[in-house]
């Protein structure tokens, strides 16, 4: 037998079957009821949803490519269809309304008040101190006011206040918890050396030397000679070079633990390590000194040309340089370098009424001088030189293998410190089959 409880009491038998099911509970247990003749609006809106989905169905029935087809009655039918949804979507607005004000009003008859610590009338002090005094007053509130949270979480507006007297006794500043910082890209320090191995030929070797014959006299006697008379015969010495295959390497020591919790900063350290590797490598090719275990560089090996500026400009000394290398050298040069100090001081050269002399500095375009390529490297010494060569023809690059990468931990203590040792190392020689085709420029 159905039954419905109000005001303290139970409606029984057919009184009962005859009452709106109730929408809520006032905060004394009497039910809150719908409007006089209504539905609730948890009905009203299930009953709205599927009389849309039934006219939107019908509609779909009429559905042209053009529009709709439809017959007079058909469109009769529509409107009164759409006055019926229309009434139904006010009915569910009321009906919403309605029940939002009964549990906002029933939310705010609830009881309201604060929480404090403590019940006892001994003058004892009444701030939360403790884990359990605070959850004893959290669990206090909550029981108090659960008829008031029941109708908000109902979706009631409204809001319960309370208040904690907890003791605090410092400041809790960001110096106590501070956020994470914002990590942003790691960046090396600035290593400009301006790679010139391109200029040189390749080559490569198994040998730990190199070998070759430089041709060191060239006697050419050839001429006219009258008939009946003997020609002076021609002149020709070669001297051997040899130049040693030597080995060039840069290491650092890191700790296991470094990689491990840094796994990109690896190829960080070996690609740094490489880059420096081969900055010394364009130094070593342009002017090293040749003292093992260096390698004897194209502007410094024995027989190569130079010309001071003295008093010249420098545009001309670079040009009596290239004019060394084609007759003496008898070769064709095919690049200048400069230091990048020395480029930017003849760059910056202007006329007497302003005129940059290489050109508008808005124009672009390959560095050139005298109709050479210009590169610029830290490589060939100190500002103040510039070297002019035939690269290319009279210079070559012997590789004994390429550039190694290696990591061990057998280095001294290493294993039992838990460090690695990280080498990049390179076996090279230079080899300079005619050094007067080189000239440097000093001066400048």
Same mark, same amino acid.
């Given at each position: ?31 809150? =009821? ?9 009905? $009203? ?8 989905? $039934? ?36 009915? =569910? ?69 309370? /208040? ?9 500043? $960001? ?37 070759? *014959? @430089? ?36 290491? @650092? ?65 670079? +040009? ?63 500002? +103040? ?5 035939? *690269? ?5 690059? *012997? ?10 931990? /057998?280095?001294?203590?290493? *294993? ?27 001066? $400048?």
């Amino acid at each position: 037998m159905t039954k419905h409880k109000t005001r303290g009491a139970y409606l029984h038998g057919e009184m009962a079957e005859h009452m709106p099911r109730p929408i809520g509970w006032y905060p004394d247990g009497r039910p809150i =009821y719908p409007m006089a003749g209504g539905e609730s609006a948890q009905a $009203l809106g299930l009953k709205l949803t599927q009389e849309r989905q $039934l006219h939107a169905d019908w509609l779909a029935s009429f559905k042209k490519d053009d529009g709709y087809d439809m017959t007079a009655e058909q469109v009769g039918e529509f409107h009164t269809r759409n006055d019926a949804l229309e009434k139904l979507q006010k009915d =569910y607005d009321g009906a919403l309304v309605v029940e939002k004000s009964a549990a906002e009003n029933a939310a705010k008859l609830a009881p309201q008040g604060r929480i404090i610590s403590g019940g006892s009338d001994d003058p004892v002090d009444p701030r939360i101190k403790t884990a359990d005094q605070l959850d004893v007053a959290f669990k206090g509130f909550l029981k108090t006011h659960a008829p008031a949270l029941k109708q908000i979480a109902g979706g009631a507006d409204g809001k319960v206040s309370f /208040e904690l007297p907890v003791s605090t006794k410092t400041l809790v500043t $960001l110096a106590d918890h501070y956020p994470p910082a914002d990590r942003q890209q790691t960046t090396g320090m600035a290593a400009y050396y301006g790679d010139t191995e391109d200029l040189f030929t390749p080559g490569s070797t198994d040998s730990s030397n190199i070998e070759y *014959f @430089i041709q060191t006299t060239n006697t050419t006697n050839a001429a006219f000679v009258a008939e009946g008379s003997a020609a002076t015969d021609s002149a020709y010495v070669w001297t051997k070079t040899t130049d040693e295959v030597e080995e060039i390497q840069a290491w @650092i020591p890191v700790t296991r633990a470094f990689f491990t919790d840094n796994a990109a900063m690896q190829s960080t350290v070996t690609g740094r390590l490489a880059y420096e590797l081969q900055a010394e490598v364009n130094q070593q090719l342009l002017s090293g000194t040749g003292t093992t275990p260096q390698l004897w560089g194209a502007f410094i090996r024995t027989g190569f040309q130079t010309q001071a500026k003295g008093a010249d400009p420098a545009f001309d000394a670079v +040009g009596k340089a290239i004019l060394k290398v084609q007759v003496t050298g008898d070769a064709l040069p095919d690049a200048v370098v400069f230091h990048p100090t020395d480029w930017w001081n003849l760059r910056l050269t202007r006329t007497t009424q302003g005129v940059y002399i290489l050109g508008n500095p808005a124009d672009a375009g390959p560095l050139q001088l005298w109709g050479l390529p210009v590169r610029l490297s830290t490589g060939i010494g100190s500002a +103040g030189t510039a070297g002019v060569g035939a *690269f290319r023809q009279y210079a070559q690059i *012997f590789n004994n293998g390429g550039t190694l990468v290696e990591m061990s931990s /057998e280095h001294s203590t290493y *294993f039992t410190e838990r460090k690695i040792a990280i080498a990049v190392s390179r076996r090279m020689s230079l080899a300079s089959y005619r050094p007067s085709a080189f000239a440097t420029v000093t001066g $400048l």
